[in-house]
């Protein structure tokens, strides 16, 4: 491993203030998400779930209108706003923290930071919508930007890789300097290698593995490991209920390896044993 992989987390953007690692909490308002399954596609169940996550410790409600698992269909920018807008203008004046939107689409990005949404978490980086740096820039907010091999619909699909972390790491560059060059200030940047979007079992464990290797980057790293197929594949829980455990191990490890950023859907447990893990790692 090299030698100069910085040994302190990278800062988050300055939104965030001065905490070293924080919660995304999952808001999937979708009636096909691969976890939630439609639990909160309705409005006031939805508001009423980012309250609950902002109590039990979220530092962020990341609100997304249009599912990623694999296979999804893509759904329309009028169906996209019509789910996110109204929770995010009721949310947002309310909790004391950020909300995210996650979407691929500048229009609806547009829209979400006029309704009060605070962050952009973009599943395509950038490569969806031509437009959506300048969105980013012209707001100054933070701009998550995830790697993904293909499209939902076909990523896992054999996915390949000859150098997992070399190919993420090369793509994050080239995006970085994209964003950058469409007017997004670099400290506002935060890279999520993606997993399980266009990943193996052994490309996903290789990530959690190896993740303090993308800290060379100089940006915030987050992960969203939360109860994906991959934790169902190692330890036999094929329904994602079961996967809470795994999901805090996973989150445990990318923690020790420099991980700031950890998007998940249950908040309460994984608040709690990050804060532990911290605590005794001194971070």
Known sequence: MP?????????????????PWLIM?????TPDSF???????????AVE????????????????????????????????????????????????????????????ARAALKAGAAVINDVTALRGDPEMALVAAEANCPL???????EPRTMQQDPHYDDVIAEIKSFFEERVEAAVSHGVKRENIILDPGIGFGKTLEHNLEIVRRFDEFLTLGLPLMIGASRKRFIGMISGQEDTDGRLPGTIATNVMALAKGVSIFRVHDVEENYQALKVAAAIMGA
Not at 25 to 29: R, S, Y
């Open 25 to 29: 909490g999952i808001l999937n308002v």
């Open 49 to 108: 779930r980012a309250r609950e996550m902002a109590a039990d410790g979220a530092a962020i409600i990341d609100v997304g209108g249009e599912s990623t698992r694999p296979g999804a269909e893509p759904v329309t920018g009028e169906d996209e706003l019509a789910r996110v807008i109204p929770v995010i203008e009721a949310i947002a004046p309310e909790l004391e923290i950020p909300v995210s939107v996650d979407t691929g689409k500048a229009a609806v």
């Open 3 to 19: 030698d100069d992989i910085p040994k302190l987390k990278i800062p988050l953007p300055p939104i965030f203030g001065e905490q």
């Open 35 to 45: 976890h939630d399954q439609g639990r909160y596609g309705q409005f006031y169940a």
């Open 144 to 150: 998550c930007l995830i790697h993904m091999l293909g």
